[in-house]
């Protein structure tokens, strides 16, 4: 499976939410990085079908999507970012509905939806109303209708928001081993998601793709870029006007202070372990329209 | 199918749905209990046996000796008791069964002679009465081949046909006829009807499963479909469930369905009907009739519901809607003329089923004339069917924006 974004532009009125995004997908899981406002959503719902680029076209095994449609949809596992359920519904009508709109039928639809249950921990709650359900289950019952159709490409749109730290573990246990020979688009806030399970990353701002590059990749580019320094309180307020922190930890009487820059920012800094939450920090305070 | 299940449970069949609907069916029935109030105070009168045995030894066809009794007899009470205040004048007779009984034969051989000599005020386009029609047929003696002389021929055949009127007591359908009365159809079954038809789309704009099912296989057509049908059966149930009050609060305060068998033209506003039927079959037309006029109306519904995003909006758009097209009906026959169509094929209008079925109103479509009936019934499948068809194109166009 091949998904190549070419050129894709979108555009609310006056305002550009995407630009001339271009990149390309296989199997594997791809994290998708960007502030509030970057277009995520907006490149999530172009992949997904549910908006019409203003222009560009999404491109499977070099194929335009609209000339791939029903098959594309059939292929297609979407977690939206936010999502509601039918005050009417249980978590197994719901599954069941969504199981109808996906065309699939049978005794293996009931099986699908028992496994799937188990996966997301959701067996013994799955007669109950949606509506009684807590935020994390919610969002667990999400994922579970994304599954339904051993999806070849799955477009999840924040899918570990209000999930707990073991929720958020069993989710990329899952996504791992799912995403063998599936394409997975991951939209998320959260870094350590996409470092866990992320091949690549797609880092996204003000609609334009910035970089796309392996994780490991954004990582080396850190490296003589992290700096950890000691400074008391007094001194961090003033600091952190004008540099990048990563992180403060308490050490004693002062502050062991993260500081993402280019070169050494004081003769006692030490040189750090950079990770791809530096990497995301260094990238989007990093203006690259202007180079 | 399955689509088609989970549709009905989301608008209809669910707790809170099904309580409403519950709630329908006692507001109904209540409703029914009120029209046949008079009927209550009649059966508990001393009188009533009096009443009985009146109308029994008059059922049948027209006497002139009873009309000329009765006649006198209900024009020296009107003198008296009917002095401008129809309600109260109706429940005094309901009080007095034996002046009820001249007062109910007084008008059947009114009825009788406008069988025969046409009302007092004929309308020139449409002459009623079977003298008025055998003249009008020696004028267009000359015109045997033109459709009006072929119009005027056929509704004398009708009209001898069913024959002169025959009195009845229909006490119990009297009562049943008021559920089809433009009020309780237009402000309780479609208002009704308007609420719970609202939430059928946007729904999923307010619950965020638009992009779920705009993204599935099923999501711009056969979710459509679902949505469609499950509509048609909310309307039919709703229907079914209003008449369903409506015929059992009557009974409740009737205790008989006396006069099922009597013919079409003893059903009050079918004084000149063309149904070949019985009261009880005309009943039955008219609870059928308004399940397609509902089915309609409920697409028309859905169709809002389709365009708009939210619940109220929807809602308050079919209230508008169904005020407006009911003040059509208040409009003056030359205003309503400048309308058109609107005027008479509107939503509003086609459920009125006295005044598409109860009349001779005929329309000339390509030169023939085809009853109000007939060009209703097209015009509410013609109806239904342009809605269906921009709901699906307006869901295959639909974005998540």
């Known amino acids: 499976m091949k998904l190549t974004i070419k050129n894709i532009s979108k555009k609310y009125g006056k305002i550009q939410a995407l630009d001339s995004v271009s990149f390309e997908m296989e199997n594997g899981v791809y994290g998708l990085l960007g502030p509030n406002g970057a277009g995520k959503s907006t490149l999530i719902r172009i992949l997904a079908g549910v908006t019409e680029a203003s222009s560009g076209e999404v491109i499977i095994n070099g194929k335009n999507r609209k000339a791939c449609d029903p098959e594309y949809r059939s292929k297609l596992g979407y977690l939206p970012q936010t999502l509601n359920f039918y005050p009417c519904f249980s978590g197994l009508d719901y599954l069941r509905f969504v199981a109808a709109l996906k065309g699939l039928k049978g005794e293996s639809v009931e099986r699908k939806i028992e496994s799937l249950a188990e996966q997301v921990s959701l067996t013994q709650d799955l007669h109950r109303k949606c509506i009684s359900y807590s935020g994390g289950m919610k969002r667990r019952l999400g994922i579970a209708q994304a599954l339904l159709n051993d999806p070849e490409i799955l477009i999840l749109d924040e899918p570990t928001a209000g999930l707990d730290p073991h929720e958020r573990i069993k989710f990329r246990n899952l996504i791992s081993v799912f995403s063998r020979d599936r394409t997975v688009l991951l939209s998320t806030h959260i870094v350590s998601d996409v470092d866990s399970i992320a091949k690549q990353t797609v880092m996204i701002k003000d609609g334009r793709v910035g970089k796309m590059e392996r994780n490991e990749h954004f990582v080396d580019a850190m490296e003589g870029r992290v700096w950890l320094l000691k400074m008391t309180v007094d001194e961090l307020v003033v600091y952190q006007n004008n540099h990048l922190i990563s992180n403060v930890i308490p050490a004693g009487n002062r502050m062991e202070v993260r500081v993402v820059t280019d070169k050494r920012p004081a003769p006692d800094a030490v040189a750090a372990m950079p990770t791809l939450e530096d990497a995301y920090l260094y990238e989007f305070n990093f203006d690259w329209r202007t180079v | ?401």
Request: hydrophobic content about 45%.
């Open chain 2, 1 to 401: 199918m399955i689509l088609f299940q989970y549709e009905m449970k989301k608008l209809l069949f669910n707790k809170s749905r099904i309580i409403l609907l519950a709630v329908i069916f006692i507001i109904c029935m209540l409703m029914g209990l009120l029209s046949a109030e008079g009927s209550l105070a009649l059966r508990k009168s001393a009188d009533y046996s009096e009443y009985i045995r009146l109308v029994s030894e008059n059922t049948g066809g027209f006497n002139p000796e009873q009309f000329a009794k009765s006649k006198a007899i209900s024009e020296a009470t009107e003198v008296e008791y009917r002095k401008g205040n129809e309600d109260g004048f109706y429940m005094y007779l309901h009080r007095n069964p034996v002046q009820k009984f001249h007062n109910d034969y007084t008008k059947f051989g009114k009825r009788v002679h406008e069988y025969w000599n046409g009302p007092e005020y004929q309308d020139e386009a449409n002459i009623l009465g079977i003298y008025p029609i055998q003249e009008k047929l020696k004028e267009l003696s000359g015109k045997t081949g033109t459709n009006e002389y072929r119009y005027y021929k056929k509704r004398l055949d009708t009209e001898l046909s069913l024959g002169e009127p025959v009195f009845r007591n229909t006490l119990f359908w009297d009562n049943f006829s008021l559920a089809f009365d433009p009020s309780r159809v237009g402000f309780l079954l479609l208002m009704f009807l308007a609420f719970i038809i609202s939430p059928v789309f946007t729904q999923e704009v307010q619950t965020d499963m638009d992009s779920i099912i705009l993204c599935s296989v099923k999501g711009r057509r056969e979710i459509v479909t679902a949505k469609l049908l499950s509509v048609c059966m909310t309307s039919a149930i709703l229907t079914a469930v209003f008449f369903s009050g409506m015929f059992i609060g009557n009974y409740i305060f009737n205790g008989d369905i006396n006069g099922f068998d009597a013919p079409a033209r003893c059903f009050a506003g079918f004084t000149w009907t063309t149904l070949d039927m019985t009261v009880g079959g005309v009943a039955m037309l008219g609870v059928l009739w308004l399940i397609p006029v509902t089915m309609a109306f409920g697409l028309a519904m859905g169709l809002i519901s389709a365009k708009s995003k939210n619940q109220t909006a929807t809602f308050g758009l079919g209230v508008a809607m169904i005020l407006t097209l009911s003040l059509f009906g208040f409009l003056r026959d030359d205003l309503k003329k400048m309308l058109g169509p609107l005027a008479d094929f509107n939503y509003v209008a086609i459920s009125i089923y006295g005044s598409v079925f109860g009349g001779v109103k005929v329309y000339n479509v390509f030169g023939k004339a085809v009853s109000y009936g007939a060009v209703a019934l097209a015009v509410c499948f013609a109806l239904g069917a342009v809605a269906a068809l921009i709901i699906y194109m307006a869901q295959k166009r639909r974005m998540v924006v």
